[in-house]
Protein backbone atom coordinates (compact mmCIF):
# COMPACT_ATOMS: atom_id res chain seq x y z
CA UNK A 1 0.00 0.00 0.00
CA UNK A 2 1.34 3.52 -0.86
CA UNK A 3 0.91 5.99 1.71
CA UNK A 4 3.03 7.90 4.68
CA UNK A 5 4.86 6.45 8.12
CA UNK A 6 5.81 7.97 10.33
CA UNK A 7 7.23 6.33 13.87
CA UNK A 8 7.33 6.10 16.22
CA UNK A 9 4.01 7.26 17.40
CA UNK A 10 4.98 8.67 20.43
CA UNK A 11 7.85 9.49 21.65
CA UNK A 12 9.14 10.71 25.24
CA UNK A 13 12.40 12.95 25.43
CA UNK A 14 14.60 14.79 28.25
CA UNK A 15 15.18 18.44 27.82
CA UNK A 16 18.27 18.93 26.20
CA UNK A 17 18.49 16.07 24.09
CA UNK A 18 18.31 16.38 20.61
CA UNK A 19 15.77 13.50 19.12
CA UNK A 20 15.01 13.04 15.51
CA UNK A 21 11.43 11.97 13.85
CA UNK A 22 11.43 10.06 11.12
CA UNK A 23 9.15 10.05 7.94
CA UNK A 24 8.84 7.73 5.06
CA UNK A 25 6.86 7.98 1.78
CA UNK A 26 6.32 5.44 -0.75
CA UNK A 27 4.11 7.50 -3.55
CA UNK A 28 7.11 8.56 -5.37
CA UNK A 29 6.17 12.51 -4.43
CA UNK A 30 9.25 15.24 -5.29
CA UNK A 31 7.95 17.39 -2.47
CA UNK A 32 8.02 17.17 1.22
CA UNK A 33 6.87 18.84 4.61
CA UNK A 34 7.21 19.07 8.35
CA UNK A 35 4.51 20.85 10.00
CA UNK A 36 3.52 21.14 13.91
CA UNK A 37 0.87 21.27 15.32
CA UNK A 38 -0.58 22.94 18.87
CA UNK A 39 -3.79 23.00 20.60
CA UNK A 40 -5.42 26.02 19.53
CA UNK A 41 -2.80 26.51 16.79
CA UNK A 42 -3.73 24.56 13.57
CA UNK A 43 -0.86 23.45 11.41
CA UNK A 44 2.43 25.53 11.07
CA UNK A 45 5.52 24.97 8.52
CA UNK A 46 8.63 23.94 9.65
CA UNK A 47 10.25 22.99 6.87
CA UNK A 48 9.65 21.68 2.95
CA UNK A 49 11.64 19.90 0.51
CA UNK A 50 10.38 20.61 -3.07
CA UNK A 51 13.75 17.90 -4.43
CA UNK A 52 16.50 15.63 -3.24
CA UNK A 53 19.53 17.39 -1.51
CA UNK A 54 17.28 20.47 -1.16
CA UNK A 55 15.33 21.99 1.55
CA UNK A 56 13.77 25.27 2.78
CA UNK A 57 12.87 27.09 5.88
CA UNK A 58 9.28 27.15 6.47
CA UNK A 59 7.88 29.58 9.19
CA UNK A 60 8.98 27.98 12.81
CA UNK A 61 12.23 26.50 11.42
CA UNK A 62 14.29 27.47 14.64
CA UNK A 63 15.76 24.71 16.90
CA UNK A 64 14.87 22.45 13.82
CA UNK A 65 16.74 20.78 11.22
CA UNK A 66 15.94 18.16 8.25
CA UNK A 67 18.08 16.41 5.60
CA UNK A 68 16.70 15.14 2.30
CA UNK A 69 19.39 12.39 1.26
CA UNK A 70 16.70 10.35 -0.34
CA UNK A 71 13.66 10.88 -2.02
CA UNK A 72 11.54 8.61 0.25
CA UNK A 73 12.66 10.00 3.26
CA UNK A 74 12.74 13.46 5.18
CA UNK A 75 13.46 13.34 9.35
CA UNK A 76 12.97 15.91 11.22
CA UNK A 77 15.40 16.90 14.30
CA UNK A 78 14.31 18.73 17.26
CA UNK A 79 17.29 20.11 19.06
CA UNK A 80 17.83 21.38 22.24
CA UNK A 81 17.20 24.98 21.04
CA UNK A 82 13.80 24.46 20.20
CA UNK A 83 12.31 26.34 23.53
CA UNK A 84 8.69 24.53 23.54
CA UNK A 85 9.56 21.23 22.01
CA UNK A 86 5.93 19.28 23.16
CA UNK A 87 3.48 18.84 19.80
CA UNK A 88 1.87 17.18 17.64
CA UNK A 89 4.44 17.19 14.20
CA UNK A 90 2.63 15.79 10.84
CA UNK A 91 4.64 15.09 7.72
CA UNK A 92 3.46 15.43 4.47
CA UNK A 93 4.12 14.50 0.74
CA UNK A 94 3.10 15.81 -2.71
CA UNK A 95 3.67 15.38 -6.24
CA UNK A 96 4.66 18.85 -5.87
CA UNK A 97 3.64 22.72 -7.74
CA UNK A 98 0.58 24.32 -7.18
CA UNK A 99 -2.43 23.24 -6.16
CA UNK A 100 -1.32 19.86 -5.45
CA UNK A 101 -2.88 18.01 -2.53
CA UNK A 102 -0.88 17.35 0.46
CA UNK A 103 -0.86 13.85 2.01
CA UNK A 104 -0.18 13.05 5.63
CA UNK A 105 1.15 10.34 7.31
CA UNK A 106 -0.62 9.66 10.72
CA UNK A 107 1.68 12.13 13.19
CA UNK A 108 4.29 11.61 16.29
CA UNK A 109 3.45 12.85 19.60
CA UNK A 110 6.55 14.32 20.85
CA UNK A 111 6.57 15.12 24.54
CA UNK A 112 9.93 16.39 26.20
CA UNK A 113 10.07 17.08 30.28
CA UNK B 1 1.74 37.62 4.31
CA UNK B 2 -1.19 35.23 3.56
CA UNK B 3 -3.69 34.53 6.52
CA UNK B 4 -6.44 32.32 7.17
CA UNK B 5 -9.03 33.29 9.74
CA UNK B 6 -11.57 30.62 10.91
CA UNK B 7 -14.06 32.53 13.10
CA UNK B 8 -15.65 29.22 14.89
CA UNK B 9 -13.31 27.46 17.12
CA UNK B 10 -16.01 25.11 17.90
CA UNK B 11 -19.53 23.87 16.39
CA UNK B 12 -22.46 21.14 16.54
CA UNK B 13 -25.09 20.12 14.31
CA UNK B 14 -27.52 17.13 14.97
CA UNK B 15 -27.03 14.08 12.51
CA UNK B 16 -29.08 14.46 9.19
CA UNK B 17 -29.28 18.42 9.01
CA UNK B 18 -26.88 20.89 7.44
CA UNK B 19 -23.89 23.09 8.63
CA UNK B 20 -21.78 25.63 7.40
CA UNK B 21 -18.11 26.49 8.60
CA UNK B 22 -16.32 29.60 7.88
CA UNK B 23 -13.16 30.25 6.62
CA UNK B 24 -11.51 33.83 5.13
CA UNK B 25 -8.22 34.24 4.15
CA UNK B 26 -5.87 37.41 3.12
CA UNK B 27 -3.66 37.42 -0.06
CA UNK B 28 -2.69 39.65 -3.51
CA UNK B 29 -2.56 36.58 -5.48
CA UNK B 30 -5.25 36.51 -8.10
CA UNK B 31 -4.40 31.94 -8.92
CA UNK B 32 -4.46 29.91 -6.12
CA UNK B 33 -5.62 27.39 -4.42
CA UNK B 34 -7.83 26.60 -1.10
CA UNK B 35 -8.32 23.40 0.76
CA UNK B 36 -10.41 21.77 3.57
CA UNK B 37 -9.15 19.37 5.47
CA UNK B 38 -10.46 16.84 8.42
CA UNK B 39 -8.66 15.84 10.95
CA UNK B 40 -10.97 13.21 13.22
CA UNK B 41 -9.83 12.26 16.52
CA UNK B 42 -7.66 10.09 15.05
CA UNK B 43 -5.51 12.83 14.03
CA UNK B 44 -4.89 11.56 10.50
CA UNK B 45 -5.45 14.92 8.30
CA UNK B 46 -7.83 14.22 4.97
CA UNK B 47 -8.64 15.97 2.27
CA UNK B 48 -12.07 16.72 2.35
CA UNK B 49 -12.06 19.52 -0.50
CA UNK B 50 -10.26 21.65 -3.30
CA UNK B 51 -10.76 25.03 -4.56
CA UNK B 52 -9.33 26.96 -7.58
CA UNK B 53 -9.43 30.58 -7.24
CA UNK B 54 -10.05 31.19 -11.21
CA UNK B 55 -13.23 28.36 -11.11
CA UNK B 56 -15.89 30.28 -10.45
CA UNK B 57 -17.53 27.04 -10.11
CA UNK B 58 -18.18 26.03 -6.60
CA UNK B 59 -16.06 22.36 -5.83
CA UNK B 60 -18.35 19.92 -4.86
CA UNK B 61 -17.92 15.99 -3.46
CA UNK B 62 -20.04 14.32 -2.15
CA UNK B 63 -22.05 15.94 0.93
CA UNK B 64 -19.05 18.65 1.15
CA UNK B 65 -19.51 22.02 -0.94
CA UNK B 66 -17.96 25.30 -0.92
CA UNK B 67 -19.00 28.55 -1.08
CA UNK B 68 -16.37 30.35 -2.81
CA UNK B 69 -16.57 34.52 -2.90
CA UNK B 70 -13.39 35.58 -4.67
CA UNK B 71 -14.35 39.07 -4.08
CA UNK B 72 -14.95 38.58 -0.57
CA UNK B 73 -11.95 36.45 -0.26
CA UNK B 74 -14.22 33.97 2.28
CA UNK B 75 -14.41 29.85 1.34
CA UNK B 76 -17.27 28.64 3.28
CA UNK B 77 -17.41 24.82 3.98
CA UNK B 78 -20.93 23.01 3.62
CA UNK B 79 -21.70 19.48 5.22
CA UNK B 80 -25.24 18.46 3.77
CA UNK B 81 -26.84 15.34 5.59
CA UNK B 82 -24.38 15.33 8.67
CA UNK B 83 -22.97 11.81 9.67
CA UNK B 84 -22.03 11.03 13.15
CA UNK B 85 -18.38 10.33 11.40
CA UNK B 86 -17.81 14.05 10.75
CA UNK B 87 -17.14 14.62 13.70
CA UNK B 88 -13.75 16.15 13.32
CA UNK B 89 -11.48 19.32 13.52
CA UNK B 90 -12.22 21.03 10.41
CA UNK B 91 -9.06 22.98 8.77
CA UNK B 92 -9.17 25.73 6.09
CA UNK B 93 -6.03 26.05 4.18
CA UNK B 94 -4.37 28.70 1.44
CA UNK B 95 -1.76 27.06 -1.01
CA UNK B 96 1.06 29.51 -0.78
CA UNK B 97 4.00 29.96 -2.89
CA UNK B 98 7.26 29.56 -0.64
CA UNK B 99 10.46 30.75 -1.88
CA UNK B 100 10.96 27.66 -4.46
CA UNK B 101 7.71 25.83 -4.10
CA UNK B 102 4.10 25.28 -2.13
CA UNK B 103 3.07 24.96 1.18
CA UNK B 104 -0.08 24.91 2.99
CA UNK B 105 -1.14 27.88 5.43
CA UNK B 106 -3.80 26.36 7.69
CA UNK B 107 -6.31 28.36 9.55
CA UNK B 108 -6.51 27.50 13.31
CA UNK B 109 -9.67 25.31 12.99
CA UNK B 110 -13.07 24.65 13.76
CA UNK B 111 -14.30 21.38 15.84
CA UNK B 112 -17.17 20.20 14.71
CA UNK B 113 -19.32 17.39 16.75
CA UNK B 114 -22.26 15.73 15.47
CA UNK B 115 -25.01 14.75 17.65
CA UNK B 116 -26.94 11.69 17.01
Known amino acids: DGGITQSPKYLFRKEGQNVTLSCEQN?????MYWYRQDPGQGLRLIYY???????QKGDIAEGYSVSREKKESFPLTVTSAQKNPTAFYLC????????????FGPGTRLTVT | AQTVTQSQPEMSVQEAETVTLSCTYD???????LFWYKQPPSRQMILVIR??????QNATENRFSVNFQKAAKSFSLKISDSQLGDTAMYFC?????????????FGKGTSLLVTP
Open chain 2, 93 to 105: AFMKHENSGYALN
Open chain 2, 51 to 56: QEAYKQ
Open chain 2, 27 to 33: TSENNYY
Open chain 1, 27 to 31: LNHDA
Open chain 1, 49 to 55: SQIVNDF
Open chain 1, 92 to 103: ASSIGGRGHEQY
